[in-house]
């Protein structure tokens, strides 16, 4: 009995070492079988390097020492000791590429790969292991570790052009991406608003092509303003920062941009373009930024381009691109449909096709593979060596494997860290609104879409970092990226049945974020979730260990704001603003309170649902109130709703009779004018899932914070009939204004309400909602009393201004002083604080 019991406790012991030993690495590991023990690392420690990986030398041994807080001393070789560190290369291992074996036990630390990037990928297990939270500084846990990778493409790709980092920022990034064992940096260094690679052949790409601003020959955009904007990479640059890459195992793809978004090509080159006396617009409203198919000099061009690329970037592909190629410039162009009559072409298409296949033999000829985004699959055949970058959707990539070409899936809609991480955050929504979860759950191979050889072609995963929105604020470059690359680094490396959300988050909370912060990324933190219920805000962190602080003022928390340690009593919920604080650095974006749902489903079954549910709780004060559907994931939003109702005290208020979909997110506006505590409400709506999907969706019912008076809008600017003016009248955050031709100085837009309305401030908002295009740069707001004599207010700062009228307020205008430099301006509805 005693033995029993010994053996029980030591078997407690050891599972208390194994528990208090977490390893947290991401991406996670193919095998891991962790034992009792720790090594402990002597002062003095040798680190043995395989001559293989000797340009990693330095690289090892400065995160070696930043890690494990004691500094190598690096020797090359394969000879090594007890008590030392191994990084060995053995290609004769049965593991895939860029696998490696790691082992920690009293003799020491023995690193194998299969490759040179193989050992480095041990390497970098080796550091997370070191920084684990629970593993004591200068120890390493007994371990053995089989690992490799799921793909052998693991990609970012970071956009240059529109925002331009310089050649730390950029190393710093490839860093990053190091840690995370990706493999490829897609450098994106050319786009209509600026050339970023020195060519020698073509100077004036980089002396003209890489500035905007006042006197430029690009105008300025995507928050540069009316100051010179821009920078190159010297050829020089380029090269040290391809070895900088090599040494951590990533290989660099460069991309040319051609032949559509080339707008900083033809204003350093007009004669590049085609001649047209009819202007087009791309889909981003730039004008005369295609190459011209037709003119036969342009190849020699590109052909001087592609061998400067060769000579400086060593990796097999060079990415030409060809997305969202404004074709119709060349329906005009009298080289280019001369082209299409001697070569019987019916369509631009085709034209696309001809031009592609002249670049491939180009790229070729320099013994590279071409690369380019999946329209280039349009239009005709084209090398079967070509790689393709599916980005417009899931669906683009099983159409580029199913023809037999290599992939890599990008989907925008999981992949684009461009993309806002929640409905009030700054970023593109075109494609969703994606954070860190939601990337996560994106699985690269479509297994019921694709045959197991179709599937074979799925090369691997990559994310983008487009850079229209990343000006401002600070090192929101940082911000957008993780830890979304976190989770895309394991959606490219771990072992499919391996993923596990809650499996992943606990390990990025408890560790991994602060291995972000160790490396100095102003990650983005996750935010903690305030509910409002019967008088009291309850607040969730969202880890462990979060520091949540708050303002009552309605005003986003900084760090010396008030810290939550327990429920808040109030009925003035709206005004209350929650935030996580990581350190002085990383911050999560606030969170309002929210209340709870009023109603939801889940079926998936074929059935109609009939919902009435009492909401009388919910309700608490009289105004405009939104209900709005909510499916709890894309793949769940199957079903319509129909005959949705609100009742008081019984009697129909209000009712919604059409139907509409699930996927669309219904957002309905209802009035409650007559509001006392004494009230009950009722809220009836119809489910109709039609078919035998996942329905799935919460309903939330909350009163907006601003008026919504009657007003009409009219404007000196012609509309774009596809957003006219009336979208300013309809109080929908997501709907506004464009413009068909661009602002000037005199330009106006005036909201004219129908009854004079009382606020404490109005806000006047310009530009696409939550994204600073298109936004007003030189003007003022003006506001009236009667409608006829008008006051100044705020002058616009960065497309935003303000008023604080001290009596009813009949009008308001937006008076303009000058071009924005853009194609068009964009206005928004107006917010309009009681």
């Not at 204003?267 to 037709?294: D, F």
């Not at 074979?456 to 970092?465: E, M, R, T, Y």
């Not at 199957?638 to 609100?646: D, E, H, K, M, Q």
């Not at 129909?652 to 004018?673: D, G, H, M, Y």
Request: aromatic share 12%.
């Amino acid at each position: 009995m005693k033995k029993s019991i010994l053996l029980i406790v030591i078997l407690l012991s050891s599972l208390n070492v194994m528990q208090a030993q977490k390893l947290d690495i991401i991406p996670k590991p193919v095998k891991v079988e962790q034992q009792e023990g720790v090594f402990t690392i002597p002062s003095s420690i040798q680190v043995v390097i395989d001559k293989k990986i000797k340009n990693s030398a330095d690289y090892i041994g400065s995160n070696f020492a930043r890690n494990a807080s004691v500094i190598p001393i690096i020797s090359i070789g394969k000879r090594h000791k007890k008590n030392t560190i191994a990084l060995l290369v053995d290609q004769k291992m049965d593991l895939p590429n860029d696998g490696y074996k790691l082992i920690v036990n009293k003799k020491g630390i023995l690193i194998k790969g299969k490759s040179a990037n193989g050992v480095l990928n041990g390497f970098q297990t080796l550091l997370q292991i070191c920084s684990a939270k629970e593993v004591k500084k200068g120890t390493i846990p007994f371990v053995k570790i089989e690992d490799y990778p799921r793909f052998e493409w693991r990609g970012m790709m970071l956009d240059c052009s529109r925002q331009f980092f310089d050649k730390q920022t950029v190393k710093n990034y490839i860093d990053w991406l190091a840690a995370h064992k990706m493999n490829v940096f897609h450098w994106h260094l050319t786009d209509d608003n600026g050339w970023r690679a020195e060519i020698k052949s073509m100077p004036d790409l980089t002396l003209k092509g890489a500035w905007r601003g006042p006197g430029e020959v690009l105008l300025p955009s995507y928050g540069s303003g009316n100051k010179r904007y821009g920078g190159f990479y010297t050829q020089e640059d380029m090269k040290e920062v391809v070895a900088y890459a090599a040494a951590r195992g990533i290989a660099i793809m460069p991309e040319i941009e051609i032949p559509g978004h080339s707008r900083a090509v033809t204003a350093a080159y007009p004669e590049i373009g085609c001649v047209t006396t009819e202007e087009t617009k791309s889909v981003q409203g730039e004008v005369k930024n295609v190459w011209c198919v037709g003119r036969e000099e342009n190849y020699q061009i590109l052909d001087s381009i592609i061998r400067e690329f060769s000579e400086m970037f060593p990796f097999e592909y060079i990415h030409v691109a060809g997305d969202e190629v404004n074709r119709a410039n060349w329906e005009h162009c009298p080289k280019c449909k001369a082209l299409m009559e001697k070569e019987g072409y019916t369509d631009t298409f085709q034209l696309q096709n001809y031009f592609f296949r002249r670049v491939e033999k180009i790229v070729e000829k320099y013994n590279r593979k071409t690369a380019g985004w999946n329209e280039i699959l349009k239009g005709g055949e084209i090398n079967p060596n070509t790689l393709i970058s599916a980005w417009q959707g899931i669906s683009y990539g099983i159409e580029s494997a199913k023809k037999g070409y290599e992939t890599i899936m990008m989907p925008g809609q999981y992949t684009y860290f461009d993309m806002a991480q929640s409905e009030n955050e700054r970023g593109h929504r075109w494609a969703a609104i994606t954070d860190t979860k939601r990337a996560y759950s994106f699985e690269p191979i479509p297994n019921d879409d694709l045959t197991p050889d179709q599937q074979k072609k799925i090369k691997g995963v990559q994310g983008a970092l487009w850079s229209e929105y990343l000006d401002r604020p600070t090192r929101f470059v940082e911000y957008q990226s993780y830890p979304r690359i976190s989770a895309l680094s394991e959606i490219g490396w771990s072992k499919k049945e391996d993923k596990n959300w809650d499996d992943f988050y606990g390990r990025l909370t408890h560790s991994h974020l602060q291995r972000l912060a160790n490396m100095g990324i102003a990650f983005r933190d996750f935010p903690p979730t305030a509910i409002y219920k019967n008088g009291s805000i309850t607040v969730t962190p969202p880890y462990e260990g979060a520091v949540v602080r708050y303002d009552a003022q309605g005003n986003e928390p900084t760090r010396q704001s008030p810290l939550y340690t327990k429920p808040i009593q109030t009925k003035d919920y709206e005004n209350y603003m929650f935030r996580t604080f990581f350190n002085e650095d990383v911050a999560s974006p606030a969170v309002k309170v929210e209340k709870l749902p009023v109603a939801n489903w889940n079926t998936s079954k074929v059935e109609v649902l009939n919902i009435s549910e009492n909401i009388s709780e919910h309700i608490d004060k009289k105004g405009i109130w939104y209900l709005t559907f909510n499916p709890t994931a894309d793949e769940k939003a199957n079903g319509v709703i129909r005959a949705v109702s609100l009742f008081e005290n019984d009697k129909l208020l209000q009712t919604f009779s059409e139907e509409k979909t699930l996927k669309a997110k219904p957002r309905l506006r209802f009035v409650i004018e007559n509001y006392n505590e004494k009230n009950t409400y009722r809220l009836d709506f119809i489910v109709d899932n039609k078919e035998a999907k996942e329905s799935s969706a919460k309903v939330n019912f909350n009163c907006s914070p601003y008026l919504e008076p009657e007003v009409k809008v009219t404007s000196s600017m012609a509309e774009n009939p596809k957003f006219p003016i009336l979208k300013l009248e309809d109080y929908n955050v997501e709907t506004y204004l464009r413009t068909d031709v661009p602002c000037a100085n005199g330009d106006w837009i005036l909201y004219t309400f129908t009854n004079p309305v009382t606020s404490s401030k109005i806000d006047v908002l310009t530009g696409i909602p939550h994204h600073p295009r298109f936004i007003v740069n030189d003007g003022y707001v003006e506001y009236s009393y009667n409608g006829v004599d008008f006051e100044k207010g705020d002058i616009f700062d960065y497309g935003n201004a303000s008023i604080y009228p001290k009596k009813p307020v009949k009008a308001v205008k937006i008076v303009i002083t000058g071009t924005n430099n853009e194609p068009l301006m964009a206005g928004q509805d107006l917010r309009i604080n009681p």
